[in-house]
């Protein structure tokens, strides 16, 4: 069984019924111990970093997250999800995270252009994954492949190891993370058509 | 590098897509889950559904209906037209939107624009703004209800505002435009375009393929919004990329 954690923040539905679509029955929940009995976790979010991380903190959820990581249960951050991961972020000013990948999540810069355009921030619409390490959750997902985006700031891992993919918009960015059994995603998958869906679909039989 | 994107709208009032010029003479343009389906085979990159119905009832339909579609269509949904609470931005996005967009109420109260940006974040908070051109001179005033009241408010001013109160997009319309066919107004959308950083959708206009890519182009918006070339099947999303891309504007295909 597959726990979406529900702490108050965004569109929890589209990915439960992204799972469902794909074969996987999930379930929403705001019960820190659904979380701890589930077989996969999956941590989505949309919203500010600092709310994000004090709804996780007041629903009981840190140290459920930490565990279940630890011991290695399949575990897929989503937008938010993949931020909260790091050890801080400046959205805000300074903000601590769950701190389980090092590393920052900081702003795009200011001023960005490409080819006489300015590029807005959000960074809003469907870009390509360029792939760096191989992972059973992007199985059957091809370099280049388009997913949606939708974020102000990006995250900045401290070991290049975890890299799974970087796309492009002004600078070269890490658009996902994985780490054995964590994967995260600064897209959406479960708005990114087909190609989201099949992740999902990886990561429902990853094991 | 991001693709530009293309966004059909569908106005939908009592559960039903239909399509007007300047909000007269309303077609019946079918199912709005049906027609979400086939943008979606079509490659189209995000829906946008505006509800045209004032009433609190209409409200419950449409939810009803971005409920149906989440189901079914796994990509970035926008509803607007009638969003004046923090209550109707959670319903919608609990029913399975992504983001919402604010016209009417962003220019009573535009606190409530914070607040929803504060609240559930920029990337959901579109403010819809709908312009029309001051006679005479290169200027466009924002209008409300459905383009029926001018505000007095400057568009372009008013769009930089809204970015500052934490807008994460533009949703433009030129009321003169709309329903026309005529293209899109391209002085208004550039003069928006380069007053924000936000990304900028382009709407009210389309008749061609050709103002598509003068939307992206001349305009240089992020998104361009088109109603009736799609749902009377002029065109479809597909061929509308293909041109696109053909004449090298980066499109997803």
């Known amino acids: 069984m597959i726990a979406i954690i529900d702490y108050g923040m965004g569109n929890l539905r589209s990915v439960q019924k992204g799972f469902e679509k794909v074969g996987f029955a ?4 705001a019960d820190p111990k659904v979380v701890l009995e589930a077989e996969r976790i999956v941590l989505p979010g949309v919203g500010a970093f600092r709310d994000c991380m004090r709804n996780l903190e007041t629903g009981g959820f840190v140290e459920p997250i930490l565990r279940v990581i630890r011991e290695g249960r399949p575990f897929l951050g989503i937008c938010l999800g993949l931020q909260l991961l790091f050890t801080e972020s400046e959205e805000f000013g300074s903000h601590q995270g769950l701190d389980v990948i090092p590393g920052r999540v900081v702003r795009f810069p200011d001023g960005m252009s490409a080819s006489g355009e300015k590029l807005p921030v959000p960074h809003m619409g469907w870009n390509q994954l360029s792939f760096h390490c191989q992972s059973p959750v992007f199985a059957g997902i091809d370099e280049g492949t388009n997913v949606y985006f939708v974020h102000s700031y990006y995250v900045r891992p401290e070991d290049a190891a975890v890299v799974a ?12 993370i994985c780490k054995d059994n964590l994967v995260a995603t600064q897209f959406h998958p479960e708005k990114s058509q087909e190609k989201g869906l099949q992740i999902l679909k990886n990561f429902g039989a990853m094991s | 590098m991001l693709t530009k994107r293309i966004i059909p709208c569908l106005d939908v009032t009592g559960g039903r897509v ?14 709005p889950v049906e027609i979400a389906e086939m943008y979606d085979q079509q490659g189209a990159d995000e829906l946008t559904f505006l509800d045209i119905t004032a009433s609190s009832d209409g ?3 449409m939810v009803d209906v971005v409920r149906k579609t989440a189901e079914r269509v796994f990509m970035p949904l926008t509803v607007g037209g009638g969003i004046r609470t923090v209550d109707d931005i959670r319903r919608m996005l609990n029913a399975g939107a992504d983001k919402v967009s604010i016209n009417t109420a962003a220019v009573f109260n535009p606190d409530f624009v914070r607040e929803a940006a504060e609240r559930f974040g920029s990337q959901c908070t579109v403010v819809a703004i ?11 005033e924002v209008y409300t209800h459905g383009g029926r009241k001018p505000t007095g408010i400057d568009a372009v001013e008013w769009a930089g505002r809204m970015e500052s109160f934490g807008a994460g997009e533009i949703l433009l319309t030129s009321m003169d435009r709309d329903g026309t066919k005529d293209g899109y107004d391209i002085p208004l959308t550039r003069a928006i375009v380069d007053a924000v950083s936000v990304p900028v959708i382009a709407s009210g206009g389309v008749g061609t393929l ?20 799609f749902h009377f099947r002029q065109h479809t999303v597909r061929e509308a990329k293909e041109y696109l891309r053909a004449k090298g504007v980066n499109v997803r295909l």
């Open chain 2, 18 to 31: 239909v399509k007007g010029v300047q909000f007269l003479e309303l077609r019946d343009a079918g199912d």
């Open chain 2, 59 to 61: 409200r419950d339909t």
């Open chain 2, 130 to 140: 709908d312009a029309r051109q001051v006679p005479g001179e290169q200027r466009w």
């Open chain 1, 165 to 176: 993919t970087t796309t492009g918009y002004g600078i070269e960015f890490c658009s996902a």
């Open chain 2, 210 to 229: 050709e103002h598509l890519y003068d939307g992206f182009t001349a305009a240089g918006a992020s998104a361009c919004l088109a109603a009736s070339i």
């Open chain 1, 26 to 29: 999930a379930v929403v929940t």
